[in-house]
Structures are given as structure tokens and as C-alpha cells.
């Protein structure tokens, strides 16, 4: 028989503090910025251009509009169709990555050190002459239409789209899913404009990062994206904030589980208590030893993968928890969730508990940037909120110092439960009256 270790559990040294590498920022002719990295050991660049074109600058009535835009950028440049610009990539050792969210899109790639020039020559040739041809509507049409029904049969999509609608109504973060008339208002010289009045150098970031010639890129940053236009401002109107619980359920039949999204608005990241309410989140909800996880994962076995977030825009947050739960602990489930919040409204967490949650998120913070990618996605977060180096430097640090009182303070500042919207995907005869206890359900 295998006896236990009487050897004590070593102790954790606390993390240093952890800075970004020293960037190199140069304004382009026009106004354009890049900024360059040098970080890492491996001979590879990632290059990524940052628009500020999003969801949420698009206009009312045709969500997606920016999802169709990514669909013809992937679709080649004026000089080059779609396969000609993949094989041209290719030839440099890298592929064509295209993303957004409310308010960019993201053209990238990572490519060997050395031809890091000409992946910049090729991603500014896409951003100033994509393709757009007419003859590729029909297709990529139909296939944001069959995307649709996939995200409209899948509760998670159902839950998320209608927490964000309960957290911001009519404003553009409310709108997630189109309907099939937003869609048929979609077509090419729409998607066209949109870019074409976005997309520029005023509102373009050249972002790199690895090891590659910084003075090279810029040289070929020059070249490539001589003579673009400026492109539009992109603004998006402050939103209102939503107080009122509201408790919604989306109806599934028969379904075997409920998915639900509880949550509310929290500070943005630049406020005071931004960086102390992720420490926040990670004890309640969003690490593996949470609280909430803790609960209803490993000692009830109501759900296999809760987990909550923070999910941030410019000047803008919410927090949510998100769990799949059975259908017949839906009410249960709730009553857990919210209770665990109440309990940290109640009392602080102990210094142990804390001490590793502390750990935890320092700890995330600094692997994050441990890659090229990792860097550059710091560094758009760090544009995107007008957040300067010092927000690195001091993250660690800030993190150290959140005590078990501020937790405390933090969730009676902003998880009053009384002012969250419930969002409930499942079998409505069957959780209905489950529910009722945490208020009226929207008909």
C-alpha cells in the first residue's frame, strides 16, 4: 500500500512583475501606425492589420453586413483571386487569418522571419484592393444563411445572443443574430461601401511581433500602403445601462438541459477596479477552482463546464456566467449561482482562498504573452482601450494587491443580482415553473 507524503506542500513565490518588450511605434505617411516587437528566440513574425470596422458599425437592419465583408476579403485582391493570393501566402510559409468583433477586423498571418516584408506587402495589397467580386454573392450568401440556422439551432448562440439583447436592446452590442430579412438586405455593393468607407489609413494599425528586419517592414508598410485613402472615424454611441433583473426563456421542447446566462454591466477596462474585478471573477466563476464551478461542477454535478467571463468593448464591460445544466436542476442551478454571489456579497473570501486565485491570474496574464500572437493580442487591447504600457507594467502588481475586502467591495458594487438579466434556453414546460421563485418570466 502506497503511503501519503508527510512532506509539506511547497510554497508558490509570488510572481514578478511582468512588462511587455519594448515596442517601436512609427507613424506612416497618412497617418497610418505601426507598431513592432521584437520578442521570442524562434525565427517567426506575426504581422497583423487591425481596421476599425466592426459589428457594431454597422448599420441598423443588416447584421452580419461585417461577416459578408470577411467573406469577400477572403476572396482575393483585384490582381489576385482568392487561390492566387492563398498560393502567394503560401510560398512565404504563411496563410490569410481574418477576424473581428464590435469594433475591428483583423487581416493576419505569421510567416518565417525573413519574409515578414513581403507578408506586409501582401496583407496591405488585400486591405486596399479585395476583390469584391459579384459573382461570389450568391455563394457566400447562402452560406452565412446556413451559419445562421447551425447558430439558431444551438443554445449557447441562443443564450448569448439573448443576454446581450437583455443587456443593451436596440443598440448595436444587442444585436448578435440577423433575422432572414437583415440577411436579404445583405449584397456586394453593400459590403463594398462598407469597407471602402471604413477601412484606411487614418483608422488602420500595422501590428508585428517575433523577430524579423522592424526597419525592412516599415519600408515595405511605406510601399504597400502609399496613396490608400484615409477611411472613416469609427465611433459607436454609448449605451445605456440595464438595471432590471429580466428573466427570459427561450423554448426548446423536450429538450435535456437548460443553457443560461446570468450577468450584469462592470467596470471597463481603464477604471480603477477593472483589473481587482477580474481577480473577482476568477474566484467566483471563471477558473477551475471557483466558487461557482466548485459548486455545481464538482460537489452537485448539475453541469460539466460552467464558467464565467468578462467581456469588454470600449468603455464598456459585463460580466456573465454561462453553464449547460440538466433540465430538471435548472431552478437548483440558479438558486447555487446566486447564491454564491450573495455569499461573496456577504462576507470576503479568505487570504488562502484568495492567495491562489492571485496566483491564478497573474500567472494567466503573463503566459498570454508569452507568443508573437499573444503579444499582438495585448497590444490591439491595449489600442482598442486607449490603454498605454503602463497598464502591463503595473498589471502584476495589481493584481498582488487586491485584498479580501476589496473582492467583497467589488461584489457589492456591481453583482447585485437584483439587476440581472436571466437568460434561460431549455424545455419552457419543464423549467417554467422552476423558476418562478427568482421573478415573473417574459411571455
Known sequence: MTQSSTHPRPEVPPLASSALPARRVETLPGGMTATL??????????????????SAHVPAGQTWLDRLVHEYLREGTQSRDAEAFASALAALGGRLDIDGDAHTTTISTEVPSEHAPAAVTLLAELARTPRFPAGS?????????????????????????????????????????PTAEDLAALNVDRARAFWSERAGLASTRLMAAGLFDEDAVLQAARAGFEGWSEGAAASVPPS?????????????????????????????????????????????????????????????????????????????????????????????????????????????????????????????????????????????????????????????TKVREVTPSEVQRLAQAYLDPAGMPIILVGDRSAIEAQVAEFGPVEE
Open 37 to 54: 516587437v521584437s520578442a521570442g528566440v524562434v525565427p517567426i513574425a506575426a504581422i497583423r492589420l487591425v481596421v476599425h470596422a466592426g
Open 137 to 177: 454573392a450568391k455563394r457566400l450568401l447562402e452560406d452565412l444563411e446556413r451559419t445562421l440556422d447551425i447558430a439558431g439551432s444551438q443554445p449557447q448562440w441562443l443564450a448569448h445572443a439573448g443576454f446581450r439583447q437583455a443587456l443593451y436592446g436596440d443598440h448595436p452590442y444587442g444585436r448578435v443574430l
Open 240 to 396: 445605456e445601462v440595464e438595471t432590471a433583473r429580466v428573466i427570459r426563456i427561450v423554448d426548446r421542447p423536450g429538450a435535456e438541459q437548460t443553457t443560461l446566462q446570468i450577468g450584469r454591466r462592470v467596470p471597463a477596462p481603464g477604471h480603477d477596479d477593472y483589473v481587482a474585478f477580474e481577480v473577482l471573477n476568477a474566484l467566483l466563476g471563471g477558473s477551475f477552482y471557483s466558487r461557482i464551478t466548485l459548486n455545481i461542477r464538482e460537489d452537485k454535478g448539475y453541469t460539466y463546464s460552467p464558467r464565467s467571463s468578462v467581456s469588454s468593448r470600449p468603455g464598456d464591460a459585463y460580466w456573465v456566467q454561462a453553464a449547460d445544466v440538466t433540465t430538471a436542476v435548472t431552478g437548483a442551478s440558479l438558486r447555487e449561482i446566486l447564491g454564491e454571489i450573495d455569499r461573496l456579497r456577504a462576507e470576503p473570501p479568505s487570504e488562502a482562498e484568495l492567495a491562489g486565485i492571485l496566483n491564478y491570474v497573474a500567472g494567466a496574464f503573463v503566459i498570454r504573452q508569452a507568443t508573437p500572437g499573444g503579444i499582438l493580442n495585448h497590444l490591439e487591447f491595449l489600442d482598442l482601450h486607449g490603454l498605454d504600457a503602463s497598464y502591463s507594467a503595473s498589471y502584476v
